[in-house]
Nanobody
């Protein structure tokens, strides 16, 4: 199982970024794909997830209304679009997969990408 995240970068507050994660080597149709993030000196936290089979989405309260997660079955890619970014969104963003629908618990997520840095300047 391999996950490859991309799309991070530096953006001004109020801007937007689009993160992508390519998933290979797993049966994504039976999985949930999603994103976590980890800011300096903070624990990794759930951002958003999507159930591959039915497209059910879940968002952390901090990102609700400012982000959109989607998946592409043809390319096995999960995408996170983030808008109205704030400095507190600065973190390394990780894509991951889980067998547990609607789980926000890190220990239920079994495969992780390498992370992509998102920096939001004020």
């Amino acid at each position: 199982v391999q996950l490859q995240a991309s799309g991070g970068g530096l953006v001004q507050a109020g801007g937007s970024l689009r993160l992508s994660c390519s998933l290979s080597g797993l049966t994504v149709i039976d999985n949930v794909a999603g994103w976590f993030r980890q800011a300096p000196r903070r624990e990794r936290e759930f951002v958003a997830s999507i159930t591959w089979r039915n497209g059910r989405k879940d968002y952390a309260d901090s990102m609700k209304g400012r982000s959109r997660i989607s998946r592409d079955g043809a390319t096995n890619t999960v995408t996170l679009e983030m808008n109205s970014l704030k400095p507190e969104d600065t973190a390394i963003y990780f894509c991951a997969t889980s067998d547990f629908p609607a789980s926000r618990t890190e220990s239920n997520w079994h495969s992780w990408g390498q992370g992509t840095q998102v920096t939001v300047s004020s």
